[in-house]
């Protein structure tokens, strides 16, 4: 990628109606939306003072990959900067590699996670009770096990604080089973074929989530796809369970604010300059990895 990775850019600034989301600008152009991955990146539900230069765009390039390569139909039109935005040539050099003109779309308000190991919040549930989501598993798991099949745990889509994983039956109750069984039947789906091109190039893809919508009477993927932002990324070669994992995502930044003093009750300290570098670092290789 031959994009500027040394200055961030945390926002942007159109003449459009906007929806910031934490990390996305979404303008709206009346017959389609702008997209902008910017460099904000969050964790524990807040959005850090800092900027990981260059991180919107590898997001943005790396679902532009994934949208090309898997067999399903999404929402991407064009990674092209509209000729006939009324912007300047600043304004047009900080959207070149981190826009991408999409369809619109009803938002189906459901995260649709998928978990082929178990880690992160399904580790935590099913230290409790056995389960993940409502699904029992196997008795004598470890951290990290590889799961004997995918599991489809659906949650809340939360406009503002954290996303509640629900039960597949939570989920049908609301949208209608038929809905509920398609999302579901999907999203193994896109995982599956994520997972397998990803571990021919020695990535394990632990799990991820999925965003669908409705459009022109069809369902189709939405938002950002196995980046590492919605995703764990773990190298193949220094896999092993009953551990934590060494990853190519957002984790390693979840661990150094676990590792101060910060009481996520408070607005988040900023980053440090090792820790900014190093996960711009993380970030640039998965892409490297997978997309070559």
Known sequence: ????????????????????????????LQDRLLVVSTD??????????????????VLNQLSHFWFQ??????????LEVPQDLP??????????GRCMQVRKAQVIPYECVVRGYLEGSGWKEYQ???????????????????????IFT?????????????????????????????????????????????????????????EWGWCDGRVILIDEVLTPDSSRFWPLDDYAPGRSQASFDKQFVREWLMQSSWDRESPPPTLPEDVIRKTQEKYSRVYEILTQ
């Open 128 to 150: 409790q009770s056995g389960s993940v989501c409502g699904l029992a598993l196997p008795s004598g798991l470890k951290q990290c096990d590889l799961l004997p099949e995918p």
């Open 40 to 57: 904000r990146i969050s964790a524990f539900d807040w959005v850090l003072p800092c900027g990981i230069p260059g991180k919107g765009i």
């Open 87 to 96: 912007i300047s040539a600043q304004q047009r050099r900080d959207l070149t």
């Open 154 to 210: 659906p949650a809340t889509k939360a406009e503002s604080g954290h996303d509640q994983n629900v039960s597949f039956e939570t989920m049908a109750s609301d949208i209608g089973t038929k809905l509920a069984e398609e999302l579901r039947q999907l999203s193994l789906q896109v995982y599956q074929q994520g997972s397998q091109w990803a571990l021919s190039k020695g990535i394990i893809i632990a799990d991820t989530k999925f």
């Open 69 to 78: 390569h898997l067999q399903v139909p999404n929402h991407l039109i064009s």
């Open 1 to 28: 990628m031959s994009f500027d990775f040394n200055s961030p850019v945390i926002q942007t600034q159109l003449p459009f109606d906007c929806r910031r989301g934490k990390v996305r600008d979404v303008y709206d």
